[in-house]
């Protein structure tokens, strides 16, 4: 028996566990929109690709599966790229299924194909970013298309697959059998782990050392791993510094959790990682502002730190640092056996009283040190009040999503979060416009969660749309729009280093400018708070929190740089011999 092809991805979709499709309709894609109308997966309907793309992203990461985008050819497949692209950067799983010109229209400048060098290679323009780029061409053939992009991407190194497939394709007709035979594959895999041997030789050098300490980064989450790290972690009191990306890995109320590193690490945190002896690293690719552009002096120092490193992906061990220790293995796997391990040679909790008091007397002076911006009753508001005042009303539980600038950097550096990986941030592409949208595959996925966006006017202003998905199928997401009528980080970098703002201020008449986000949230038929006092605000995200249902509160703030003491190599380039980062503008 045979059935259209668009009838059968659906069904086999369906039988794969997906619930949601996150896209933008064309006319290459339709025919799987119509057979999505009688299916129970619900298409999540957007008025930009990219926020699909990001909405799908933020989806995965707390499904821990491979989410699904529906593009369109051309402005459609790009328009999705930058938010394909920053998945693929944090390493999160996702299908992107787009439609494609008709088979027999290759070479003829078909409809918004994009053909200046080949034809029928549109599909290229993703190449440099997903794990593994497909085009269909033979419907015989798409089945196990699409089974293979599901493999790669939740397998391995997690990340983003296209599938694209000419819209005749979609229409053609193959036989059941071809679907059927994929029912016969396993769709969960078995991790690598590590053996015994490897397993006692990481735990006793730890032992032995006289300052280890573990580094984590976003791997933990992505191998669904906290849980082993925490038992690690509290078996053997080994201090924990954490990437960007790794923060939440272990609670930030832990006694043994250090902080992020690097360029908006602080002092205290940076020069733990410059002392330890051994560092064992776990799902972490030392990023630049993680690892102080690599610079020796200012965060990690290899040698004489002697560096152990697990993960997933062969290529990221020793890639910026020399390794003494280097094992390609799954992270909740790996950590399983090492856990065992430690109890056996170790049977016994080991303790360190006086580095927990350390980090606690390093916690408490760093909040005194911030006390004066977060008692500050001054409005705009200081974004350390902000930032405190979420903290205050949030649930332990709450899941944040953050775009760039203050809110990503100060949010890593001085905003706790509990719960493993209740925080989604743009780490390898430092993506401007992911945070709105990615709350909102975050809240699709998370119904019982409280979700925050925490977002700058620059960085909403990118994709207001995704109030018009909100407001229709009634997602409830708190949007704080951090506003300092800027692109607040790039300014006070320029402003710094050469003087001026020109292009990263909103000026109108010399004086500030910023659309009413409130007002344009009411006119998407979401309720929207434009705050006019710092006493204003909490009630207010207190009031949206009980709301149940989208919420938008625009919040001015000053534009003060987030404070650090780390080091970033582009101040070098910019101004050579001096100390300077931002400034405030």
Not at 352 to 370: A, D, M, P, T
Request: aromatic share 8%; proline share 6%; with cysteine.
């Amino acid at each position: 028996m045979k059935r259209l092809i668009s009838h059968q991805l659906v069904e086999y979709l369906e039988n794969r566990g997906i619930e949601h499709i996150f896209g933008l309709c064309g006319h290459t894609n339709i025919a799987v929109l119509t057979a999505l109308e009688e299916s129970n997966i619900k298409f999540i309907n957007v008025r930009h690709e990219q926020i699909s793309a990001h909405a799908a992203d933020g989806y995965a990461r707390v499904t821990k599966k491979a989410s699904v985008v529906l593009s369109h050819l051309g402005p459609g497949l790009t328009n999705a790229a930058t938010g394909v692209a920053n998945a693929a950067l944090d390493s999160v799983p996702m299908v992107v299924i787009a439609g494609d010109v008709p088979t027999h229209y290759y070479g003829k400048h078909p409809h918004q194909e994009v053909n200046l060098h080949a034809d029928a290679s549109q599909y290229e323009i993703y190449r440099p970013f997903v794990k593994r780029a497909w085009r269909v061409d033979s419907p015989e053939l798409f089945p196990e298309i699409i089974e293979k992009a599901f493999a790669i991407a939740e397998n391995g190194n997690p990340g983003p697959v296209l599938v694209s497939v000419p819209m005749d394709i979609f229409s053609k007709e193959v036989d059941v059998s071809l679907f059927q035979r994929l029912t016969h594959n396993t769709k969960n895999f078995q991790k690598p782990s590590i053996d015994d041997i490897t397993a006692k030789k990481i735990i006793e050098t730890l032992i032995k050392a006289k300052n280890p300490l573990l580094y984590v980064g976003g791997g933990i989450m992505l191998a669904h791993a906290a849980e082993e790290l925490k038992e690690l972690v509290d078996h053997l009191s080994i201090p924990v510094a954490h990437s960007l990306m790794g923060k939440s890995a272990l609670p930030d109320d832990h006694a043994l959790t250090l902080g992020m590193t690097g360029f908006w690490g602080t002092e205290f945190i940076n020069n733990k990682c410059k002392e330890a002896d051994y560092i064992l690293a776990l799902g972490t690719r030392f990023a630049e502002a993680d690892s102080s552009s690599w610079e020796s002096e200012y965060t990690f120092n290899f040698p004489p730190t002697k560096l152990i490193q697990i993960d997933i992906d062969p290529t990221e061990i020793g890639r910026n640092y020399p390794v003494e220790m280097g094992v390609v293995a799954d992270l909740k796997q790996a950590l399983t056996v090492l856990n065992r391990v430690a109890r056996e040679l170790v049977p016994q909790e080991l303790t360190n009283k006086e580095l927990e008091k350390e980090i606690s007397e390093y916690r408490k002076e760093f909040k005194e040190n911030n006390m004066k911006f977060i008692q500050d009753d001054v409005f705009p508001m200081q974004p350390q009040r902000i930032l405190e005042e979420v903290r205050q009303v949030l649930p332990r539980d709450a899941y944040i999503t953050t775009d760039v600038g203050w809110n990503k950097n100060g949010v890593g550096q001085q905003f706790s979060i509990y719960e493993p990986g209740s925080i989604l941030t743009p780490g390898g592409f430092a993506t401007m416009g992911f945070g709105a949208p990615a709350a909102l595959g975050a809240k699709i996925a998370l119904q019982d969660k409280v979700v925050v966006s925490l977002v700058g006017d620059g960085g909403f202003g990118q994709n207001p749309a995704v109030l018009a998905t909100a407001a229709e199928e009634n997602i409830p997401v708190i949007w704080i729009i951090m506003n300092n009528y800027a692109f607040g980080t790039i300014a006070g970098l320029q402003k710094a280093h050469f003087g001026t703002t020109l292009g990263t201020v909103f000026k109108k008449d010399g004086k500030d400018y910023s659309p009413d986000y409130a007002a344009i949230a009411k006119a998407y038929g979401v309720e929207g708070v434009k705050i006019q006092s710092a006493e204003e605000f909490k009630p207010t995200l207190e009031r949206a929190i009980a709301a149940n249902k989208p919420f938008v509160i625009d919040v001015a703030m000053l534009n003060n740089p987030v404070p650090t003491a780390g080091h970033w190599n582009i101040m070098d380039i910019y101004s050579p011999n001096k100390t300077i980062h931002h400034v405030s503008v």
